[in-house]
């Protein structure tokens, strides 16, 4: 039996976002798939809803697909797929396995030689790289920082460091009540000249989407708590 394709369906990355965010492909597709995996269901049919879906629940299936699925939960994932049903990823904000769940299942549809079809859509991490003037032809994405302060200080030397010799613009996040207190350790710690990217509320009204370096940061007031940000920087130094 021909497997079912795997879709990969960007989210909303802001509470503001409607259907005009989505790509037609995207909107069309809600209109034929019967199956998705997600981390909620709650928030999916919500999502479901602002994205324009008009049909009942009754006909579709979703199945819990987050960081806690086991190889167990991944296989029985996988099974729907090969059934021959098509079914899509929806993640609850921006890009899935992008800073988001879904990555192994991905893989394992690759072992399984199952289609997968990512499908354009939001992601704020890639809108921060564009947006950032840094270097889009060679750049990395580091994930989380560590939790504690002091070697969240050593992390953001490594990385400034690594950025110079590689010149190379690395970008990370933060879980959104901790990012005023990156962006204060990040001014603390790197050189003056380096520059630094913050995307703030990125496609809202409110955004903030600003690259500096690190002596201009410091004259500058700006509020960050609680808000969804993305952090680049590159190092200007050239480093042997």
């Known amino acids: 039996m021909k497997p079912g394709s795997l879709f990969l369906l960007p989210g909303f990355i802001g509470e503001n976002e409607n259907s005009t965010h989505l790509s037609a492909y995207e909107l069309e597709l809600f209109n034929e798939l019967k199956v998705y995996f997600c981390e909620n269901e709650k928030t999916a049919r919500r999502f479901l809803r602002r994205a324009g879906f008009t049909g009942s629940f009754d006909e579709i299936e979703l199945h819990r697909l987050d960081k806690d699925s086991n190889h167990s939960d991944i296989q029985q994932l996988l099974g729907i797929l090969l059934s021959g049903q098509n079914a899509g990823i929806l993640s609850e904000a921006g890009a899935p396995a992008i800073a988001d769940p879904g990555t192994v299942l991905v893989r394992e549809a690759h072992r399984k030689n199952i289609p997968v079809v990512p499908v354009p859509g939001p992601s704020a991490i ?115």
């Open 126 to 240: 890639m809108m921060a790289i564009m947006a950032s003037g840094l270097n889009g032809q060679s750049f990395s994405f580091l994930g989380y920082l560590p939790v504690d302060k002091q070697e969240r200080k050593k992390q953001l030397k490594l990385i400034e460091k690594s950025s110079g010799q590689k010149a190379e613009a690395l970008f990370f996040i933060e879980t959104p009540y901790r990012n005023s207190a990156l962006l204060e350790d990040m001014l603390a710690v790197l050189n003056p000249a380096t520059l630094i990217h913050v995307s703030c509320n990125i496609s809202q009204p409110d955004s903030i989407i600003s690259t500096k370096a690190v002596s201009e940061w410091k004259k500058t007031s700006i509020d960050l708590h609680k808000k969804p940000c993305v952090f680049g920087i590159l190092s200007t130094e050239t480093v042997h």
